[in-house]
Nanobody, 127 residues
Framework: QVQLVESGGGLVQAGGSLRLSCTAS????????MAWFRQAPGKERLFVAA????????HYTDSVKGRFTISTDNAKNTVYLQMNSLKLEDTAVYYCAADPRQWVVVPGTSPHDYDYWGQGTQVTVSS
C-alpha cells in the first residue's frame, strides 16, 4: 500500500511560481512511476507530468513544457512539481499519483493508469 500527501498549493498571481510536494510512504516497488495530474472545476482530471522512480526520465503534457519541472528526492520519498510562469488556466486541484509499473517509452497519461492517489492540493492563479 502507498500513501501520498501533497502540499505546497496556494494562491499566486499570474506569472508567479509555486512548488508542490508529494511525500510518499509504502513500498518503493509500488511507486515506480510518479505523476502529477490536475482537475479544474467541472472538468476531467488531466495528466501534467510524470517521472520514473530513478529520476532519469520525465514526461510532460505540452501545455506545461518549459514552465513546469518534475523532480524526485528518493532520500526524502518526495516528488516535486516546480511551476513557473503560472497562467490563469493552471488553476486546478493538483493530485499526486503513483503506479508500480515503470514505463519504457511514455508513461500512462490516464488516471486509470495509476493505482494510488493523494488527496489533492489547490492551486489558484489570479490576474
Amino acid at each position: 500500500q502507498v500513501q501520498l500527501v501533497e502540499s505546497g498549493g496556494g494562491l499566486v498571481q499570474a506569472g508567479g511560481s509555486l512548488r508542490l510536494s508529494c511525500t510518499a510512504s509504502g513500498r518503493t516497488s509500488s511507486r515506480k512511476t510518479m505523476a502529477w495530474f490536475r482537475q479544474a472545476p467541472g472538468k476531467e482530471r488531466l495528466f501534467v507530468a510524470a517521472i520514473r522512480y530513478s529520476g532519469d526520465i520525465t514526461h510532460y503534457t505540452d501545455s506545461v513544457k518549459g514552465r513546469f519541472t518534475i523532480s524526485t528526492d528518493n532520500a526524502k520519498n518526495t516528488v516535486y512539481l516546480q511551476m513557473n510562469s503560472l497562467k490563469l488556466e493552471d488553476t486546478a486541484v493538483y493530485y499526486c499519483a503513483a503506479d508500480p509499473r515503470q514505463w519504457v517509452v511514455v508513461p500512462g497519461t490516464s488516471p486509470h493508469d495509476y493505482d494510488y492517489w493523494g488527496q489533492g492540493t489547490q492551486v489558484t492563479v489570479s490576474s
